[in-house]
């Protein structure tokens, strides 16, 4: 499953599949396989278990850092001057590398379990389909199964229904079960009740005002680049999709974002709009030569992407703008 890293696994099968059936479908039989690099997958996944929870440390005194960097905003008598590096930009940087890291081993972590699933979840899958039907779906009988399921993992494993803490395939795919496929069934039976009463269990933070505006509009970037409030309603939006202002405490929240004059810019960030993508200054690359050089790698065993994010380092851009560079279609003249 080409879940979006980082994101929840629920949040790509909302937004990808139209029906529930559909979803499940996807989940009984998405085995993305063992990277090559890994020979012990229960040797890699405590590895990764250490490394996440190392992680988990660091990011707690990364928050004490941005409260006392936050103290140090509030308290200057005038504002930073665009590009200037104070205490919060700094932080905020830190906390960004450290979010990718932390999605980086989510999704190491979840490659394996897949692969290590894969019997377990075409059986739980089958079952639930078979429970579910077609149109118009009975969502009882699939709960009722995932219920059964779960009961039966436990009672087979012996672990406490709270212990996050097994690789056991059986115990991995009851998580899945639990924190994925049974709210799914609900945001595709009752959406209303599922943004309401479920999605902020999902999410693990307070659906508040102070939550969604955020710190970073109060710094800067290194680069002068506009920064706004607002910009986590924003990720909310564009994660989920619109369905997420039939919870009244963002719809009351996005709301109030309206009367904010940079309220265009909230919009863009959640439609996933992206500056310059279709027009802007040339590229200072020879197209026509990357594309060359491209087609002269050997596809298979990650030779061309490997290529990719070699070639973006070497050009101080993103991997995705040299996937753009690489299109026939992106004719702009070096």
């Known amino acids: 499953m080409a879940s979006p890293p980082g994101s929840p696994e629920i949040v790509y099968l909302w937004r990808r599949f139209v029906s529930a059936r559909d979803a499940i479908s996807y989940f009984r039989l998405d085995d993305p396989g063992l990277p090559d690099a890994i020979s012990d997958p229960m040797a890699a996944l405590k590895e990764l278990r250490k490394a996440h929870r190392d992680l988990i440390d ?8 941005l409260g006392r960097a936050l103290a140090e905003t509030s308290g200057r008598k005038t504002p930073r001057p665009p590009g200037s590096q104070g205490a919060l930009a700094t932080v905020r940087d830190q906390i960004e590398a450290h979010t990718d890291e932390v999605t980086k081993i989510i999704y190491r972590t979840w490659l394996i379990q897949q692969h290590l699933t894969r019997r377990e979840r075409k059986e739980a899958g ?18 009722l199964v995932i219920q059964a399921r779960r009961d039966e993992s436990l009672k087979a494993t012996g672990l406490d229904q709270h212990s996050l803490d097994s690789d056991d395939p059986r115990d991995l795919v009851r998580f899945q079960l639990t924190r994925v496929i049974d709210p799914l069934l609900t945001a595709y039976e009752n959406p209303s ?51 997420v202002l039939l919870n009244p405490e963002v719809k009351a929240i996005f709301e109030k974002a309206a009367a904010e004059p ?18 802007g200054p040339s590229p200072k690359v020879d197209c026509l030569a990357l594309r060359r050089e491209y087609a002269k790698i050997p596809s298979g065993k990650g030779a061309r992407a490997k290529w990719k994010a070699t070639k973006a380092k070497e050009l101080g851009v993103k991997p995705s703008t040299v996937d753009r560079y690489l299109r026939p279609s992106f004719r702009k003249k070096p």
């Not at 660091?58 to 850092?65: C, I, V």
């Not at 089958?126 to 709960?143: E, K, N, Q, T, V």
Request: overall charge negative.
């Open 58 to 65: 660091r990011r707690d005194a990364l928050f004490a850092d």
């Open 126 to 143: 089958g079952a639930i389909l078979r429970a579910l039907g077609h149109y118009p779906f009975d969502y009882s009988a699939a709960h």
């Open 193 to 243: 009740r599922f943004f309401r009463e479920m999605l902020p269990d999902i999410e693990l933070y307070v659906f508040s005002e102070e939550n969604f505006r955020g710190h970073w509009h109060l710094g800067t970037w290194k680069d002068g680049r506009p920064v706004w409030p607002f910009t986590n309603l924003a990720d909310l939006l564009h994660r989920w999709g619109y369905g």
């Open 262 to 279: 940079t309220f265009s810019l909230i919009l863009a960030q959640a439609e996933g709009k992206r500056a310059f993508l279709d027009v």
